[in-house]
Structure formats: structure tokens, C-alpha cells
């Protein structure tokens, strides 16, 4: 089936501690990127990737840092300069103009 | 400035009513894209529609129709003879020609269908 995966779909954090969530696309698109969605609220960019081995920071880059090394694969670190993680995290691809999102991992501060 | 309204923050409906989803947008742009996602409690959004700028033509695909009005500049959903399926959070986006990377979303409107 194609589509894209995201894990784990739940993620518990430490103080301190890098985190890396997981993006899979086999859909064959070229871009890739990652929103972060707190409750309530509409969807925030935090880094995309038209290419591989190329990226772009979004509106709330600060804290992540992402990595394009396959076509496939475009996982996303939440770094410990990220305060506030807590969040709700979707992946997405898009070939041309519409973009289609994977199934996103809460991210959870122990 | 918010490029996407969604002014309705949430809805509550009684079954097989019909109820519309208000989308407004801005932008200086003569090419752009519009969109509709879902997110039903799941969290995964739903692709449901895409228009470009130069097509007003209205769609309907089952019981889902949407009304696209370039003088208003709205882009509004309706959902006809709602279900309890329906409940979720509904996204409307905005992405414009000098970068189609970059999608603009609203703020969702949550629409509760209760049986």
C-alpha cells in the first residue's frame, strides 16, 4: 500500500533528551515536510524539504533540526532546545501542490 | 494577517441536518491553490478537495459540495444530510504560486454531528 508512516506514534521525552521521530513516504514525491499542532490550534510549519539533501526552515524551526538523505525518509529531531514539546507532529509529502499527511506522533513530556 | 479564516470554531448539528463550513482567504496572488482536509479524532488529515485559482466551477462529490466565490474570496464546504462519520476538525488552506510549498491553514472548525 502507499502512503506514508510515521513512528512511534507515541513518543515520551525526558528533560534534556534528543528525541527523533520518524517520517516514511513510499509514494515516490519529492517534497517532505513536518507541521506541529498543539490542541486546539490549526497546524504550524517547522521544516520542509524540496529535494533531497536540501531543506528549508519554516515558521517555528527553533529546536528542530531535520535531515534529508533519502527520498524516502525525512525524520525529524525535536533537540533539547526545545522547550515546549509537547505537541502533535505530522509528517506530509507532496509531488505537486497537494500535500498528504501521515498518521503523526504526540510527543509527550515525562 | 491571517491568510485563511475559519471563523466557526465549532459546530454542533443533529444528524442528516446540513450544515456549511466557512472558509475566507486572502492573498495578492492570481495563481493559488485551495484546500480542504479532514481530521477525525485519529489526528491523520484527510485530504477531501483542491481547487486553483481559475477554476469558480462549484464541486460535488457525494454528499460533501463546495462553493468557491473568487469576489468574496470564500472557499465554503457543505456537508448535506450530516452523519455522526462527520464529526471531526476541518481545515481549510491556501497555498500561492511564488511558493506552493507553503500551505497557509486556518485555525479548523470542529463540527460535532450528534445522532
Known amino acids: 500500500d502507499g502512503g506514508i508512516t510515521q513512528s512511534p506514534k507515541y513518543l515520551f521525552r525526558k528533560e534534556g533528551q534528543n528525541v527523533t521521530l520518524s517520517c516514511e513516504q513510499n509514494?515516490?514525491?519529492?517534497?517532505m515536510y513536518w507541521y506541529r499542532q498543539d490542541p486546539g490550534q490549526g497546524l504550524r510549519l517547522i521544516y520542509y524539504?524540496?529535494?533531497?539533501?536540501?531543506?528549508q526552515k519554516g515558521d517555528i524551526a527553533e529546536g528542530y533540526s531535520v535531515s534529508r538523505e533519502k527520498k524516502e525518509s525525512f525524520p525529524l529531531t525535536v533537540t533539547s532546545a526545545q522547550k515546549n514539546p509537547t505537541a502533535f507532529y505530522l509528517c506530509a509529502s507532496s509531488m505537486r501542490e497537494t500535500q498528504y499527511f501521515g498518521p503523526g506522533t504526540r510527543l509527550l513530556v515525562l | 494577517a491571517q491568510k485563511v479564516t475559519q471563523a466557526q470554531t465549532e459546530i454542533s448539528v443533529v444528524e442528516k441536518e446540513d450544515v456549511t463550513l466557512d472558509c475566507v482567504y486572502e492573498t495578492r496572488d492570481t495563481t493559488y491553490y485551495l484546500f480542504w482536509y479532514k481530521q477525525p479524532p485519529s489526528g491523520e488529515l484527510v485530504f477531501l478537495i483542491r481547487?486553483?485559482?481559475?477554476?469558480?466551477q462549484n464541486e460535488i462529490s457525494g454528499r460533501y459540495s463546495w462553493n468557491f466565490q473568487k469576489s468574496t474570496s470564500s472557499f465554503n464546504f457543505t456537508i448535506t444530510a450530516s452523519q455522526v462519520v462527520d464529526s471531526a476538525v476541518y481545515f481549510c488552506a491556501l497555498s500561492e504560486a511564488g511558493n506552493f510549498n507553503k500551505f497557509y491553514f486556518g485555525s479548523g472548525t470542529k463540527l460535532n454531528v450528534k445522532p
Open positions: 524539504s524540496q529535494i533531497v539533501n536540501d531543506f
Open positions: 509514494l515516490n514525491h519529492d517534497a
Open positions: 481547487r486553483n485559482s481559475f477554476d469558480e
